[in-house]
């Protein structure tokens, strides 16, 4: 079966550092990648996406790669911010079109705390 | 625009009482509703999709039930709660096609 693994958290940086959380999938077939975040007292939503191996995603400055050959997609960004504390949920999803899309599978989430 | 409404926030409840968690959608038309779960320390598990009012798919084996009664209302329910279904219960919805879901704010179980 699908399974996504994320760096053990939590994760504490000083703003302005860099900042990685690692990804690793197992899945069969070509999945599509993502990467979800949680803000305090909110849902879920996607930071971004690479629907296919080589692909970056970008958004907000966060950056992540699929990498089929080492099958990770691990996130990345430059410089941090206060703002950018969250909780960060790696997944994906079978690229079989239609409600499969929704059928999503996640890791447990990375804590990440940034301090001024 | 779309938005989705998840009550309540928290919710603490004894081992063998019933649950209900209500989920719904604004903005939107025969969406795909799903219910999703994280219980402590693992990652967010679907528990049940549904494409269309009345029709329900489960993922896992379980000691809860779903329905969706109306397009936009998906409901979680339990007879007797376990222990085990302590968690973070999350609703999202997307398009039929859709590869980006959109979740509720969640609803945080205790059961003791």
């Known amino acids: 079966g699908n399974s996504v693994t994320q760096m053990e958290g939590p994760v504490t940086l000083s703003e302005e550092a860099f900042l990685t959380i690692n990804c690793t999938y197992t899945a069969t077939g070509y999945p599509s990648l993502f990467w979800y975040v949680q803000y305090p007292g909110e849902g879920l939503q996607l930071l971004l996406k690479a629907t296919k191996a080589d692909d970056k995603g970008s958004n907000k400055g966060f950056e992540a790669t699929y990498r089929k050959e080492t099958t990770s997609f691990h996130l990345e960004k430059g410089s941090v911010q206060v703002s950018d504390s969250a909780v960060y949920f790696c997944?994906?999803?079978?690229?079989?079109?239609?409600?499969?899309?929704?059928?999503?599978?996640f890791g447990q989430g990375t804590i990440l705390t940034v301090h001024p | 625009s779309q938005t989705i409404h998840q009550w309540p926030a928290t919710l603490v409840q004894p081992v063998g009482s019933p649950l209900s968690l209500e989920c719904t959608v604004e903005?939107?038309?025969?969406?795909?509703l799903y219910w999703y779960r994280q219980a402590a320390g693992r990652g967010l598990q679907l528990l049940f999709y549904s494409v269309g009012i009345g029709q329900i798919s489960s993922e896992v084996p379980q000691n809860l039930s779903a329905s969706r009664p109306q397009d936009r209302q998906f409901i979680l329910s339990s007879k007797k709660l376990l222990l085990s279904d302590s968690g973070f219960y999350l609703c999202?919805?997307?398009?039929?096609?859709?590869?980006?879901?959109?979740f509720g704010s969640g609803t945080q179980l205790s059961v003791l």
């Open positions: 903005g939107t038309s025969n969406p795909n």
């Open positions: 999202a919805w997307t398009t039929g096609v859709g590869e980006k879901l959109f």
């Open positions: 997944a994906l999803s079978p690229v079989a079109g239609g409600t499969s899309y929704g059928k999503l599978t």
